[in-house]
Nanobody, 118 residues
Framework: QVQLLESGGGSVQAGGSLRLSCAAS?????MGWFRQAPGKEREGVAR????????YYADSVKGRFTISRDNVKNTLYLQMNSLKPEDTAMYYC??????????????WGQGTQVTVSS
């Protein structure tokens, strides 16, 4: 089991940027970011495979968000640009053995809140 701790959330105006970080206690083959807005189901945002260029993004964030990881520091990042009010949600870091789909993520962080005002 991997312990995950997110940071970097906050409040920003539409069009602004935020960078989320997730410190992991150990190595995971696949890591990802999810989000959940009030009254909505949790959705996958982006995922990345360790030691690979493989990344996958939800259509809603393509071209605006960039996921990356530092395997030496065991840290995952999410650079969020051109933020929109609809990006407002609690953002969670997660880890999985496989990166084929959004399922299989068994380790989760506590979340960090992102609020985008218009």
């Amino acid at each position: 089991q991997v312990q995950l701790l997110e940071s970097g959330g906050g409040s920003v105006q539409a069009g602004g940027s935020l960078r989320l970080s997730c410190a992991a206690s150990g190595y995971s083959h696949c890591m990802g970011w999810f989000r959940q807005a009030p009254g909505k189901e949790r959705e996958g945002v982006a995922r990345i495979v360790s030691r690979s260029d493989y990344t996958y993004y939800a259509d809603s964030v393509k071209g605006r968000f960039t996921i990356s990881r530092d395997n030496v520091k065991n840290t995952l990042y999410l650079q969020m640009n051109s933020l929109k009010p609809e990006d407002t949600a609690m953002y969670y870091c997660a880890a999985a053995r496989y990166c084929v789909t959004w399922s299989g993520f068994g380790d989760w962080g506590q979340g960090t809140q992102v609020t985008v005002s218009s």
